[in-house]
């Protein structure tokens, strides 16, 4: 059953997805834990200190935006792959490898969001700084998988890879952007983000339904 | 074999399920990282120290049940769709959002409940209304997925329809009157909370039994 | 292709088994977080601070061979099972809760081990009683699936049931009598669990091959 | 459809890499919450706070590298099974116990390598010292799979199973030598694990591509 090429890569395109949609899923959930009960000054009530906490919560909602549009493109990509080489498990892991660091940088806006001047600006550019290097992972993923006809049930039309590649070019220019702004004006990087989370999410919605598998 | 269609998505239903259950049984084991070893003070002993930790134990038993009833819910929607858009993608998305954030309210429960008064309030306000959130986020995906026949394998009878919308209207009402009772009586709340839990349960404990896929 | 009473119950056998799949991979995981890298102390090398955490890593391999145990059982339970009723998911999720829960007092015996006195045996009877816990509720769960023929394949002989009962039955008194011994020789206790995770280890080593499927 | 044999086992090949599988994604994703956000000195930025906690991120990815090896590796190995026995079960659970404690050294290098002298010493040791068991219960595991034919697709030619076993042989002699050598020069050490993890990834990258499954 097995052929002798796959004995020789030894991971199929599903087991690839659901270890990749494993990692996905405990990291967007184990963001959770960095948002922790609220110790209670003297003289503050619980709502209080609840209140103070909003960046933990922003930091929450923006990182599992993020991911979850990760997810969706994810998912959307390995949609079209036909078989899994060398060069995509190394890919596909190096991209896993940044997106489970999302975790710290989340914690590291949450805890210094509130403190302004340069600790803001060097929390959200960390934040942002390493969505960029998961887009520049993304990017290498396409572009591989995209590169021949090898791997894909059938390469899409040029124009078509033609459009994705100006649309991946947009996504890196836009986060890079956010980078920039970070040193500046932390706030605006991350209602950046926001948006950019809030765009994918729009051009999903806009996708007419498919047969289950 | 995938169509055209099944390529814009890019998600299937089982993949949407395999994630959200991911997600799911993360979110309901994590809960017990909340628990913390007490330390143990002066003149106390490890006995003692444990029996002052109740309300962990309680918050844990109570974010369990809603987090198993979500599951059992969330499978017996799911078991009806047929195909998968962009809205029911994101719809899911938010649900999700909203489910991994409960070990938050229920480690703030477990820290203040003891206290009594504004804080106890608070934190039961808290989980209350995250539940109610959680609930009006399921009610969404119902309705998105039965609001016409493109999504489902056969929409249900008109009367189906009708009556499990009377029953998310009473679930949601249930919800938001614990949140309500959370400001003045937080035992009261809580307790409401198991019922419904134990609500579900009973309901799913009458179901017959359905072969093996 | 779902008939009217899988849409009744909506949660198949092989959902069940990944979700609880799920729990015992991720609670078997994080098992781990509880071990936390030691403070070096004055006057202190770190080696010699990384000894004195051997209680740590004894509750690490004694929790993680008590749930491999679980997870080996369970699985040869569902592989009889045919069909998924509402009692029996109930069962399951009360089983997880308590497999779920397994972290908490493995890391209060890491604690409080070396402490002796009552603190120790308080500490590992929280643990054994756990365990006794979790083997009603398996014990429950087996009963309910063999109590007649409509959940399994074939309603194994008569004397196979009995002798399994038996077998439950003296599983479920060595954890009973582990957990008395807790109060008064706390290493002995943890010696039995050491020796009945042996014991099913060796049970399964005997087992010959099955065909891949 | 199930054959006695299967029901004796009870655990097929499928639910052993899904378990198996389950658990790697796990551990590779809780490496992450290893790295706190630092606390902020006073006189001191959060940039430079940053930078003092290179040893967390160096430590990230050295383990997340080590982890997506054995992934890959398992994978590789278990395309070939084609059975699984009692032995087999209890061989990859024991794996699975050394391989989830690899965030606990992970987070003691990561602790204590900027202190130098013992303490970089021990710290590093710790670490090799687990991928050399790691690697020793690797060996077991492929030992047991290839001993005869009655597990595998097709016992590989005798001259296959020879490289390999000179492989693993010269893999666990790097580990071991990497050990030994964290006594004297940890950095040196830390340098051969990023070589053998850069080692087998340049082994899968050229791998040719293996249709999906």
Redesign the interface.
């Known amino acids: 059953?097995?052929?002798a090429?796959?004995?020789?890569?030894?991971?199929?395109?599903?087991?690839l997805?659901?270890?990749s949609?494993?990692?996905?899923?405990?990291?967007?959930?184990?963001?959770?834990?960095e948002?922790?009960?609220?110790e209670?000054g003297a003289g503050e009530?619980?709502?209080e200190a609840?209140w103070d906490h909003w960046p933990s919560y922003l930091a929450?909602?923006l990182a599992?935006a993020q991911i979850?549009v990760i997810?969706?493109n994810h998912?959307?990509?390995?949609?079209?792959?036909?078989?899994?080489?060398?060069?995509?498990?190394?890919l596909n892991?190096n991209l896993?490898?940044w997106i489970?660091?999302?975790?710290?940088p989340t914690?590291?806006v949450?805890?210094?969001l509130q403190?302004g001047g340069?600790?803001a600006e060097?929390?959200v550019a960390?934040f942002s700084g390493l969505l960029v290097i998961n887009a520049i992972s993304f990017t290498g993923l396409y572009a591989w998988i995209t590169h021949d006809a090898?791997?894909v049930?059938e390469l899409p039309p040029r124009d078509v890879v033609r459009a994705a590649r100006i649309r991946f070019g947009i996504g890196l220019g836009f986060y890079s952007l956010a980078f920039a702004i970070s040193f500046a004006a932390p706030y605006v990087a991350l209602v950046m983000h926001a948006l950019s989370a809030g765009y994918y999410?729009f051009d999903?919605?806009?996708?007419?339904?498919?047969?289950?598998?």
Chains 1, 2, 3, 4 share one sequence.
Do not use: C
């Open positions: 059953m097995a052929s090429a796959t004995n020789r890569t030894g991971i199929t395109k599903s087991r997805e659901t270890f949609d494993g990692v996905l899923a405990i990291v967007i959930t184990l963001l959770v834990i948002i922790r009960p609220p209670v009530t619980l709502a609840l929450y909602f599992f979850g997810w969706l998912h959307r990509l390995f949609d079209q792959v036909r078989s899994v080489d060398g060069p995509l498990l190394l892991l896993l490898m489970a660091l999302i975790p710290f914690a590291v949450a805890d210094n403190e340069a600790s060097t929390a960390l090898r791997l049930h999410a999903q919605a806009t996708l007419q339904s498919s047969p289950a598998d």
